[in-house]
Nanobody, 131 residues
Framework: QVQLVESGGGLVQPGGSLRLSCAGS????????MGWFRQAPGKEREFVGV????????YLPDSVRNRFTISIDSAKNTGYLQMNALKTEDTAVYYC????????????????????????WGQGTQVTVSS
């Protein structure tokens, strides 16, 4: 059974940092990409970033690029989302997800930013940024 298990969410003050982890199991993810999404109350799910499981291709949107970093420890089958300089508007449930690397995946932003491209999802972890 394929599973993605997230951890690391919590309450942090504005300007603080958190690191989310996403541990994969049940299959090899070497031909997959790991994506991160978030969903705030009353809002649509938002793409936060993606990296291939080898860790040599990544993309983050402008809204988080200078504050968030994605990394992967292939030996542990675990991905990470390092979030710095957090803002109140970063408050959301954060999800990791895995997408099979189809041809041209990273060449098509509509593919890697769409939740529909990801077949496996973690359970989500709450991140609350508040003073």
């Amino acid at each position: 059974q394929v599973q993605l298990v997230e951890s690391g969410g919590g309450l942090v003050q504005p300007g603080g940092s958190l690191r989310l982890s996403c541990a994969g199991s049940g299959r090899s993810f070497s031909d997959y990409a790991m994506g991160w999404f978030r969903q705030a109350p009353g809002k649509e799910r938002e793409f936060v970033g993606v990296m291939n499981w080898r860790g040599d291709v990544s993309y983050l949107p402008d809204s988080v690029r200078n504050r968030f970093t994605i990394s992967i420890d292939s030996a542990k089958n675990t991905g990470y989302l390092q979030m710095n300089a957090l803002k109140t508007e970063d408050t959301a449930v954060y999800y990791c997800a895995a997408a099979a690397l189809t041809w041209g995946f990273f060449g098509d932003s509509e593919k890697f930013t769409s939740a529909n491209s990801y077949g496996y999802w973690g359970q989500g972890t709450q991140v609350t940024v508040s003073s």
